[in-house]
């Protein structure tokens, strides 16, 4: 009996029993191929609004830079206007056509400052005598879940 069994282990491994094998390992393979895609994708995403995000926050720094020190001149919602005393003139901020541009009036030539943003901008406070307060919004017009916003007060001269 013992020399029946020992026998039939030496046979080796059934035609049947390969396929089945391969066929689970092509499941488990497919499923491991899928998950890594997503990840990759979710990666790529993650990585796309980091770097909106981070472009976003350098326009609004060196927005805020200007216009903290700066007289408030006029706001709609895509535009707002203030005296720059550095420069002496007034500078224009403009969402248009998905960039962020500044207009520096001596110069008259818009300079992009960021891409692949809309937003806005609101002032509080622009009665004479008050300290006006601009809030600037800026959205990724393309994924709405990357957004900035920051709210500056002019400083009184």
């Known amino acids: 009996m013992l020399k029946?069994?020992?026998k039939r282990s030496k046979k080796g491994i059934a035609l049947v029993e390969v396929l089945i094998s391969l066929f689970i390992f092509?499941?488990?393979?497919?499923?491991?191929?899928?998950?890594?895609?997503?990840?990759?994708?979710?990666r790529s995403d993650v990585r796309?609004?980091?770097?909106q995000t981070e472009?976003?926050?350098?326009?609004s720094s060196y927005m805020a830079k200007k216009i903290r020190m700066s007289d408030y001149g006029s706001c709609s919602s895509s535009t707002c206007t203030v005296h720059d005393h550095s420069l002496n003139d007034d500078v224009t901020y403009?969402?248009?056509g998905n960039n962020l541009t500044e207009t520096i009036a001596a110069v008259g030539?818009?300079?992009?400052?960021?891409?692949?943003?809309?937003?806005?901008?609101?002032?509080?406070?622009?009665?004479s005598g008050n300290v006006p307060i601009i809030t600037v919004h800026m959205v990724d017009p393309l994924h709405m879940d990357t957004a900035v916003q920051t709210t500056l007060s002019?400083?009184?001269?």
């Open 4 to 6: 029946k069994s020992l």
């Open 48 to 51: 796309r609004m980091q770097q």
């Open 26 to 42: 092509s499941l488990m393979l497919a499923s491991m191929i899928g998950v890594f895609s997503t990840l990759l994708q979710r």
């Open 94 to 96: 403009t969402f248009s």
């Open 154 to 157: 002019l400083r009184s001269y």
């Open 55 to 59: 472009e976003f926050s350098l326009a």
């Open 109 to 127: 030539v818009p300079g992009v400052i960021a891409t692949n943003v809309t937003g806005g901008f609101v002032a509080h406070n622009t009665l």
